[in-house]
C-alpha cells in the first residue's frame, strides 16, 4: 500500500483520547532502566505514547501512575516535563 506524499501519521493522545497529527502531540518512552523520558526528536526506539501539546495531557502522562497504567508496568523515576 502506497502513501502519498500528504500523508501526515495520526496519532491519538492516552489522556483525553484526541485524534492529532504527529507533529501536534509529545511523544514519552521508557528508556532501557524503566524511566520514562520526554522524546522530543521522535527518534527514541521502544515502547511509547502520545500527549497533547497542551500542558494538562502532558502533565498527566507525565505522571508515572498513568503511564504505568497505559503500559500495565512499573516505572522507576518520573518523567521529565521540561
Known amino acids: 500500500m502506497s502513501r502519498g506524499k500528504g500523508h501526515v501519521p495520526v496519532r491519538t493522545c492516552a489522556v483525553c483520547g484526541a485524534k492529532r497529527s504527529k507533529e501536534e502531540m509529545v511523544r514519552f518512552v521508557l528508556s532501557r532502566d524503566k524511566e520514562l523520558v520526554r522524546d522530543d526528536s521522535g527518534s527514541g526506539a521502544g515502547r511509547g505514547a502520545y ?30 516535563t521540561g
Open 51 to 80: 500527549a497533547c501539546k497542551v500542558s494538562s495531557c502532558i502533565e498527566a502522562l507525565a505522571d508515572r501512575r498513568r503511564f504505568e497504567r497505559v503500559f500495565r508496568l512499573h516505572l522507576t523515576q518520573r518523567a521529565e
